[in-house]
């Protein structure tokens, strides 16, 4: 895997790099008169970014330009604890001038095959396309434990190549059905940001960087941007085992 790696002492400077990143980004973009188009992951970690895109940069960023998509969605309704929707909402949304025409989340409610094929219609239709396959210019990622990453699993890495764009997916321990973009397009993008803090994220960091050979059964092992490297942001507890 190629990959660029910056540590940073906290996880509040780590989530404040990936904040200016994005904001770079952005700015880039309005140049251009072009949107910036940002896939989100839900979990714990984005919580921080989040806030502090909510406090910091609710004036500086150029949100009519952000248009934001959702790497995978948890099969709950958005005001269950476990929405990933939700969580953006109550952490960034709510606090920034985001029209809603911008936000374009994944229906955790209704039945998830269908959900999974009316997002990846969605997807088709909201992005420019290179290969034929929908291109965004910032994925952002978390790693879990077990190294999954969006929801593709350790069970499941064929979704890493999937022929679809967007798949259900199921959680291994938990049975919770999940939808997910795959591989095919999280490989597709412009810019692969995974941000993971904690030390309870080291040994699996270790054995992917290392190519020890448990690398082989985690999905986050498999994932890079268009140019074939992905950017990892980590703070010293996840990073003090490399
Ligand atoms: C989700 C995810 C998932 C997440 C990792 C890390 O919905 O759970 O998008 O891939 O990024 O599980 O989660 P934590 O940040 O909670 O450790």
């Known amino acids: 895997m190629n990959s660029n790696i ?7 400077e780590t ?7 994005i904001l770079e980004k952005a700015k880039e973009k309005t140049k251009l008169s072009l949107p910036l188009n940002i896939a989100l992951s839900g979990g714990n970690t984005p919580k921080l970014l989040f806030s502090i ?3 910091e940069y609710a004036d500086k960023m150029p949100w009519h330009i952000v248009r934001l998509f959702w790497v995978d ?14 969580m953006t909402y109550t952490n960034l949304l709510k606090y920034v001038p985001i029209h809603d025409s911008n936000i374009f989340r994944i229906l955790g409610e209704v039945d998830s095959q269908k959900e999974a094929n009316h997002y ?5 239709v909201q992005l420019v396309k290179k290969n ?8 952002l990622l978390g790693m879990g434990e077990d190294g999954h990453t969006a929801s593709i699993f350790p069970d499941n890495l064929n979704l890493l190549h999937a022929e679809q764009t ?5 959680h291994p321990i938990s049975g919770q059905k999940r939808i997910t973009l795959t591989g095919t397009v999280i490989n597709h993008a412009d810019q692969v940001i995974f941000l993971i803090t904690g030390v309870s994220k080291a040994t699996v960091l270790r054995q992917i960087f290392k190519r020890e050979p448990a690398f082989e059964k985690y999905p986050a092992s498999y994932i890079h941007s268009q140019s074939g490297a992905a950017d990892f942001y980590l703070d010293k507890a996840a990073a003090n085992e490399l």
């Open 15 to 21: 989530a404040r790099a990936v904040a200016e990143v």
């Open 53 to 55: 895109l909510a406090n």
């Open 6 to 12: 910056h540590i940073f002492e906290t996880p509040e």
């Open 132 to 139: 034929g396959i929908p291109k965004f210019d910032l994925m």
């Open 166 to 170: 967007v798949a259900v997916a199921v």
């Open 120 to 124: 990846q219609t969605l997807l088709d």
């Open 73 to 86: 969605e948890r099969c709950v309704p958005p005001t269950d604890a476990d929405s990933n929707f939700g």
